[in-house]
């Protein structure tokens, strides 16, 4: 099967688009009863040409602008339609411009009415619209004399047509399927039917999509393409698709279905704007918009993010705050219009769909990375932004909206050029930079700590990772390199020190410090009572003991040597794993203590989960 293109119609009102649309195909666009009782066309009408081609006829109206660009977001070909008795009208003018503000530049321009005028003035209007396109990407377009009435000319722009049909190339599909809506009705007996056109993917019958943006699963019972059912639709087709399990008036023009869990709902995106040179007045930050892009339309503020207002023919970075909610895509274009006088005043493309909610000056070398595709540049830009929080494949690739190719070829360039850490078996990415930088601030806090405590040997490993809020690869990588090349050491109880770093002790308060482990040593399981001890320096330096984990708390404000109390849960294990259990008394005597020491050992080896208390004895656990 031959590709199946889209020819979308443009111009003024009442100047022949549907009936010229009929004289090709045969069938009349204008399906709804109103259309055709007041002869001027309201919302979008279709029409198949032959096996492959649709026509998609727009109305000429100026209060209807929005079903037009409903109409031609999407299209192959553009088929401008003026009639030759009264020339350019400022809706040929808006919908041509439309035109190129949506990147449509291929199409045909269609003199009609011919039968109407004389030869002469076709020659005159036939310059009128050069003069028209020059300077735009639609100039050379063929600008073709029809009369729908008499035929005449109907032969030949038919000819042209199939030219242009047979010269377009097919595009890529794209990895993730998108239709917007552009009508939702209901067959009996048959269901809810919604219309549009692929923008991106395919999609098949039975498949699940994702209904946004109010993110509501369906599944898809039946596709019709030119009014035929096939199995599936690919990008670049007009589907009719039957969906399950929803009514009609939950789903409208401006919804899209998509492949699910891909795109969020959004209505903050920031994009590139350009604005028509015959816009009067300027953008500035706040001013209220219509926002157009697929088939939705929405009320919205922008903000230029380069700090002046946009002008006439300037084009400029902006971010968009919506009213509602949308599904937008980086290179997804929209149309912006004004209320009064109600006109178009320019379009362009969409960056990023989900800008974070502050606006920051680094956020223009991003959106200037991807308004130029350059996939390294943009991983490195979000990253930076990123910092220690990293990214993964997916995250970027969600988050960019790049395709996953590029995505993965841009990834391997950093990493060869040594800008990327790959972390948590490989799957998450962080730049080098990052990582130098949470380095610097590891030493930063663990200085800080010494400063701030200097009787304690350092800060702990997991309390830090806390408080710097790093991604936890990154924070285990950075602390492993630093303890690597020696800047940081490592404690008992995980305390992470600097290695230069040491307790400011006197000479005095050094042999003190000996003094006290030495009556813990000799007091074995009988230690003195630290109460006692704390007087004065004692108490400071237990503390300092202590830190060094050498005096060890227990239960019950005592303190035992480490050694005493690795020493006590050796024999409680040998005992245990021989009578199976152990009581209080059995304990104190094994140690030689009293009731109080082997009580206070017993709790600690309880907290510890070494035994488990079971009524009157314990067990190992
Ligand atoms: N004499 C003559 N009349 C035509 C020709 N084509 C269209 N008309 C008439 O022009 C009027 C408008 O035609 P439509 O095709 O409905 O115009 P339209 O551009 O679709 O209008 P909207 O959809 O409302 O924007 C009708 O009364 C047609 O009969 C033509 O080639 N010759
Ligand atoms: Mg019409």
């Known amino acids: 099967m031959v590709y199946p293109l889209i020819i979308g119609t443009a111009g003024h009102i009442d100047h022949g688009k549907s009936v010229l649309v009929q004289a090709i195909t045969g069938q009349d666009p204008d399906r709804l009863p109103e259309e055709k009782q007041r002869g001027m066309t309201i919302d979008l009408g279709f029409a198949f040409w032959g096996e492959d081609v649709a026509f998609i006829d727009v109305p000429g109206h100026e209060r209807l602008i929005r079903n037009m660009v409903a109409g031609v977001s999407g299209i192959d070909l553009f088929l401008l339609v003026i009639a030759a008795d009264e ?20 199409g045909v321009v269609v003199l009609t009415k011919t039968d109407l005028v004389d030869a002469q003035i076709i020659e005159r209007r036939r310059g009128e619209v050069e003069r028209l396109l020059w300077g735009t990407p639609l100039q050379g377009s063929p600008i073709l004399p029809v009369s729908a009435l008499t035929g005449q000319g109907l032969e030949e722009l038919k000819e042209v047509l199939r030219e242009l049909l047979e010269a377009r190339e097919k595009v890529g599909e794209g990895e993730i399927f998108r239709l917007p809506v552009d009508r939702s009705f209901s067959i009996k007996g048959f269901g809810t ?24 699963p369906l599944r898809i019972r039946g ?14 087709m007009r589907a009719a698709l039957n969906l399950r399990g929803i009514g009609k008036e939950e789903i409208k023009r401006g919804d899209s279905l998509a492949t699910p869990s891909f795109f969020q709902p959004t209505r ?13 007045g300027e953008v500035k930050g706040g001013s209220w918009l219509k ?37 937008g895509a980086l290179g997804d274009r929209f149309v912006v219009r004004i209320p009064s006088p109600p006109s178009t005043i320019g379009g362009g493309e969409i960056l990023d769909p989900y800008p974070p909610t502050k606006r920051r000056g680094e956020r223009l070398d991003y959106l200037n990375a991807l308004k130029g595709r350059e996939v390294p540049q943009v991983i490195r830009e979000r990253l930076l932004w990123r910092r220690s929080r990293g990214a993964t494949e997916n995250e970027l690739w969600q988050a960019t909206q790049l395709p996953w190719k590029l995505i993965r070829v841009g990834l391997r360039e950093l990493q060869e050029n040594g800008n990327l850490v790959r972390l948590g078996e490989g799957s998450h990415y962080f730049l080098t930079s990052s990582l130098l930088k949470l380095k610097e601030r590891i030493i930063d806090e663990v200085k800080g700590f010494h400063r701030q405590n200097p009787y304690r040997l350092g800060v702990g490993e997991d309390e830090l990772g806390h408080r710097l809020r790093a991604h936890l690869e990154l924070y285990r990588k950075a602390l492993q390199e630093l303890l690597k090349s020696g800047e940081l050491s490592l404690h008992s109880g995980r305390k992470l020190a600097l290695s230069s770093h040491h307790i400011p002790l006197s000479p005095q308060e050094e042999q003190l410090k000996e003094e006290l482990e030495e009556r813990f040593l000799k007091g074995v399981f009988s230690p003195p009572s630290p109460r006692e001890l704390k007087r004065g320096d004692a108490s400071r330096l237990m503390g300092v003991l202590q830190e060094m984990g050498a005096l060890v708390p227990t239960g019950h404000s005592l303190l035992f040597h480490e050694k005493w109390v690795k020493r006590a849960e050796e024999l409680l294990r040998e005992y245990v794993q021989e009578k199976g259990e152990i009581n209080l008394r059995e304990f104190k005597e094994i140690l030689h203590t009293s009731r109080r020491f082997a009580l206070s050992l017993l709790t600690y080896f309880d907290n510890q989960g070494i035994t488990r208390r079971v009524g009157e004895v314990r067990r190992l656990r």
Do not use: C, D, W
């Open 268 to 280: 903050r995106l920031e994009g590139e704007l350009s604005l028509l040179k015959g816009f009067p």
């Open 87 to 106: 020339g350019v009208k400022p809706q040929t003018i808006e919908h041509l411009q439309i035109l190129q503000i949506l990147g449509i530049k291929e």
């Open 193 to 216: 039917v919604v219309t549009g056109t692929v923008i991106s993917g395919r999609v098949e019958v039975g498949e699940e999509v994702e209904l946004l943006p109010a993110k509501r």
């Open 223 to 236: 596709i019709e393409v030119m009014g035929k059912p096939r199995p599936e639709v690919r990008r670049g």
């Open 291 to 327: 926002f157009l892009t697929g088939t939705a339309e929405v009320v919205g503020r922008v903000y230029p993010l380069e700090g002046r207002p946009l002008r006439r023919g300037q084009s400029g970075l902006v971010r968009f705050n919506l009213e509602v909610n949308i599904t």
